[in-house]
């Protein structure tokens, strides 16, 4: 059973991993009005992984004899100066979730709550990819940004992700 203060921290996590999801497909919608097919696919695909995580810790609520309270999600941003500082809000936007994390690990284990603890941990270890990814794509990005060809051999390497649906389904 989760505390009354895990359970109030767990569903504004799945509030926030709501928001990423929307944040990214605001993303995606900035890069198919800029003609980047490729970079609005990427960003789709990052938006389902954002709505997976929060369905996974909604899951995780009621498997716990919890509630789900879900809260209105804030409107994204929806414009930025360039393909390079939308990749750098994202690379911003994962290193914020990191911080949610590692919060809610922190709570798990004053409360010594093993089980939340022992689930987080596959959250803490997909942020880092998370984390590690948008730095990868940030210098990608920034080695592209003066060069249409590059930028436009980026957005077709990004066209290729397709989102798969997390093996196990439990956690």
Known sequence: MLSNNMELELNKQVNAELYSGYLYLSMASYFED??????????????QEELEHGMKIYDYIIRRGGSVKLDAIEGPQTEWDSPLAAFEHVLSHEQTVT???????????????????????WFVEEQVEEE????????????????????????????????????????
């Not at 060809?149 to 397709?162: N, Q, W």
Request: proline share 4%; net charge negative.
């Open 99 to 121: 911080g949610l994390i590692n919060n809610l690990v922190d709570i798990a284990i004053t409360e010594k709550d093993h089980a939340t603890n022992n689930f987080l941990q």
């Open 132 to 171: 590690e990814n948008a730095m990868e794509l940030v210098g990608k990005v920034k080695r592209a940004q003066n060069s249409v060809d590059l930028m436009y051999t980026l957005d077709s390497e990004l066209a290729s992700r397709v989102y798969t649906p997390p093996a196990d389904k439990e956690n």
């Open 34 to 47: 800029d003609d980047l097919p490729g970079f609005a696919n990427w960003m789709r695909v990052q938006a």
